[in-house]
């Protein structure tokens, strides 16, 4: 079993949406957050980063410099989280990736294809959509943000009702798509 690089406080924290379970490292820069009934989801997540038994997770209070604009945002101070401390282990791409993420402001979207030219690589819509995937920092890193290239939602960790619900309580809504052109899609993408 290979010695445990990186430690970490577990904490559980109250949503509307369901418990959140966060994990902050020493220096209380957030490196997980995602929900209670994907818990094991987040330990394939940290296994597949760090390897097995690469993380200890401890349990432990939150600190207040991430509790505090969590609960903010869900009170609706929606810029609360963007300046909670995140590190995140991924590949090079994957780090860009949620880079770009953090760039896309509470209430506007994006769509893969945005953001894989955002990040320099307009090709790699599909590499993009996988790293969005592997995210280990749902809501602070907002990959909810991101929807497909004809305007609907698509896939997110923590189940398409909470991405659903996440915009709208950012503000924005999503029509129903099913029929659209593509430019239609495209002017309904624009904030």
Same mark, same amino acid.
């Given at each position: ?47 597949? +980063?760090?390897?097995?038994? %690469?993380?200890?997770?401890?349990? &432990?209070?939150?600190? !207040?410099? @991430?509790?505090? #604009?969590? /609960? ?29 993420? +953090?760039?896309?402001?509470? %209430?506007?979207?994006?769509?893969? &294809?945005?953001?894989? !030219?955002? @990040?320099?690589? #307009?090709? /790699? ?67």
């Amino acid at each position: 079993m290979p010695a445990v690089q990186e430690q970490f406080a577990l904490s559980r924290l109250p949503s509307p949406i369901g418990e959140i379970l966060v994990a902050v490292d020493a220096e209380a820069r957030l490196r997980v957050l995602d929900f209670a009934d994907y818990e094991e989801r987040m330990h394939r997540l940290l296994r597949r +980063r760090y390897g097995l038994g %690469g993380v200890r997770l401890t349990e &432990g209070p939150a600190s !207040a410099s @991430i509790r505090e #604009p969590i /609960a903010a945002y869900f009170d609706g101070e929606l810029t609360a989280i963007d300046a909670i401390p995140v590190k995140t282990a991924g590949t090079p791409f994957q780090l860009d990736a949620w880079a770009a993420l +953090r760039a896309i402001p509470a %209430g506007t979207i994006s769509s893969y &294809g945005v953001q894989a !030219a955002r @990040i320099g690589r #307009p090709a /790699a819509v599909r590499a993009v959509g996988l790293a969005n995937g592997a995210n280990p920092i749902g809501i602070v890193v907002p990959c909810h943000r991101v929807i497909g290239a004809n305007a609907s939602l698509t896939g997110y960790g923590g189940g398409i009702e909470r991405k659903r619900w996440l915009l709208a309580h950012e503000g924005v809504e999503i029509a129903e798509t099913a029929g659209l052109s593509q430019r239609q899609a495209e002017l309904a993408l624009q904030p």
